[in-house]
Structure formats: C-alpha cells, structure tokens
C-alpha cells in the first residue's frame, strides 16, 4: 500500500460513510433527481420559457437560462421529496438498517467511480504526474482506474448514451424556446 492508495482509499471511505449515513433510498433519489432534473430541464425548460414570457416580462436574454434553472429546481425537489417518503415507509417497516448498509456500499460504489473518472483525467492531462512505479506497486489504482471505461463500455453496449442525438435534441430545444420568444 502506497501514498496512491491512501489518497484512493480516503473519498471512499467518506462516501461509505455518507451512504451509510444517508441511505440507499435517499442516495439513489438524489443521483436520480439529479439525472432527471437535467433531462427535465434541457426537455422541458420550454414550457417554462414561453410561461414565463407569457405571464412575467423577461427578456429573451435571461429566459432560456431562467427556465432551465427552475424546470432543474422543481423536478429535483419533487424527487427528492418522493425519496423522503420512501425512506420513511421503508424505515416503518424496519428495514431501516439494511437501507443504511445498502446506502454504504451504494457510497463506495460511487466513490470508486468517481475516482476513475478523476484518474482518467489525470492521466489524459498528464501521464507523467503519477509514475508508473507508483502504480504497478498500488493496490487500488488498477482496479479503480478501469471502472470509468468498463461502464462506459457497459453504457454504450445498452445503447445509451446517445449523445449526438441528445446534442441534437437541446439545440432544437434551444432554437425552439427562442423562436418562441423573438416570435411573441
């Protein structure tokens, strides 16, 4: 075990910790009420544009971001608060505790991606900052650096992510919204 280890083995630990603390209920919430609140926002920040030059007068400078930002808001509230309340009725059913274990290793699973991502980066950036020495003798860094691509991999053989269809998508949302508002 090296200095790359310790440094691994520190964010997993706190997000062990955090997940434990937290839950896998309120855990898998707030990562889904993130990803939905994006999908939402670069979806559906449309209706909430041509609402609010409807009904308040906001130029057309500040309403794509403004719609984005509330349409973001209102879906992550509203999953959060779904999450709270299967937390408690998983918490009258006494499965309290296995929610806090499954919330701790849903926490390392996420740290674990996590640091494959920042290791991907680093390494994209600049080889160098970590010898090779150092990483052949860590006993994490292996294993962690290949979780980013095997998912990624595992993503793309699903067929997801679509992201030139996705791109596609949130520039005619974009040309849509402000048609609609040079248009009114």
Do not use: C
Request: proline share 3%.
């Amino acid at each position: 075990m090296n200095f790359i280890d310790i440094i691994l083995i520190i964010p997993i630990i706190w997000f062990a910790y955090q997940g434990f603390k937290r839950g896998l209920v309120i855990e898998l919430t707030s990562l889904l009420a993130l990803i939905l609140g994006i999908y939402a926002a670069l979806y559906f920040s449309g209706y909430a544009a041509n609402f609010l030059t409807n009904n308040l007068n906001i130029g057309p400078k500040y309403v794509t971001i403004i719609s984005f930002i509330i349409t973001f808001i209102v879906v992550v509230v509203i999953v959060f608060f779904i999450g709270k309340i299967l937390e408690k009725l998983i918490n009258m059913i006494a499965l309290g505790f296995i929610n806090k274990l499954a919330g701790g290793v849903f926490g390392i699973l996420k740290a674990a991606v996590f640091m494959s991502i920042i290791l991907l980066i680093i390494n994209h950036f600049n080889d160098k900052f970590i010898s090779n020495e150092k990483k052949d003798n860590s006993l994490l860094y292996a294993p962690i650096e290949g979780i980013a691509p095997l998912l990624w991999q595992k993503l793309e053989d699903m067929g997801n992510p679509k992201t030139e269809e996705f791109k596609e998508d949130a520039v005619q949302m974009t040309v849509y919204t402000n048609s609609k508002i040079v248009n009114r």
